[in-house]
């Protein structure tokens, strides 16, 4: 073998083991829950109505499994993709449009979203999705045994996920997203859903109005919100206001039973220390019940 021709070989393997380098740590990027700096996969047996079908992974005792398992199981014909560019593992079927973006912290099922604590997670080439939320958004029954990690999903009730144009009440949508976008629009995805939460625990309380519109713009005891005075209230939501708007209308709950926020820093907080109790910290943001 010329000399020549071991230089190219060689050349050829070092770029080979470059590129390899290069798509593990790319990869790696995802393979790390939000927040979390290392994560043990522990692979476990799903059944499907009491016949083991699919490996899942319990992840810090939360169950996960594969998209592409999932959308199976369905048992709808639906076609998964993924797009590298965009970053975007989609399922289809007639009548079903699924979607989980990298690093997002919900799944989207016909326009509805679904929130995920840790977000999807990329392991071993699978996307990975939390078992109950995936299966909540089809209404399966999820059984778990902790004592012997057997997980089951119970399809007798499953059905395809009402269009969120349908689900959602548009105005409670409309206003609930512009509260959301005014009062935390710079603030994490958890943030948003707690300034969320407080709207919707006050349309549940007795102390308060009954509806969305009737709570940010409450004025008994002078006004409520400061965006409805300063009239940032009426402009347009970003776009992850909208999406936390619809996953506080799922019933997705953060902050407990809180009543009120405000930001320590800029807000007058003694009064909600010594007459509320407090709830947590998210962001910029204490809460109060």
Not at 42 to 56: F, H, L, M, N, T
Not at 138 to 150: A, H, L
Not at 154 to 168: K, L, P, R, S, V
Request: aromatic share 10%.
């Amino acid at each position: 073998m010329s000399k020549r021709l071991q230089k190219n070989i060689a050349l050829v393997c070092a770029l080979c083991l470059l590129c390899a380098m290069l798509s593990g740590y790319a990869a790696m990027d995802w393979d790390v829950p939000r927040g979390q700096a290392e994560v043990i996969y522990e692979k476990v047996p799903i059944s499907v109505d009491g016949v083991v079908q699919y490996s899942g992974y319990m992840i810090d005792g939360v169950a996960y499994i594969p998209i592409r398992s999932f959308c199976g199981l369905l048992n709808m014909g639906m076609t998964v993709s993924w797009d590298p560019d965009a970053s975007v593992m989609t399922g289809t079927a007639e009548g079903v449009l699924l979607t989980v973006v990298q690093e997002a912290s919900y799944l989207t099922v016909n326009d509805r979203c679904f929130y995920m604590e840790k977000g999807a997670m990329h392991y071993q080439d699978k996307i990975l999705v939390p078992v109950r939320v995936a299966c909540g958004a089809f209404g399966i029954d999820v059984d778990w045994t902790p004592e012997t990690g057997e997980i089951n999903l119970i399809t007798d009730q499953m059905q395809i996920c009402e269009n969120g144009a349908e689900y959602y009440n548009e105005e409670d949508l409309y206003w609930l997203s512009r509260i959301i976008s005014a009062e935390a629009r710079n603030q994490s995805m958890e943030g948003k859903i707690g300034v969320g939460n407080v709207v919707l625990n006050r349309v549940k309380s007795a102390s308060f109005p009954d509806t969305v519109y009737d709570v940010i713009f409450d004025s008994a005891h002078g006004v409520q919100f400061s965006p409805v005075s300063m009239g940032t209230i009426y402009d347009d939501p970003n776009e992850e206001s909208v999406v936390a708007a619809k996953i506080c209308l799922e019933g997705c709950s953060l902050v407990g039973d809180s009543l009120y926020f405000v930001n320590p820093v800029v807000g007058v907080s003694d009064w909600f220390a010594e007459s509320r109790m407090f709830v947590a910290r998210v962001g910029d943001h204490d809460f109060y019940a």
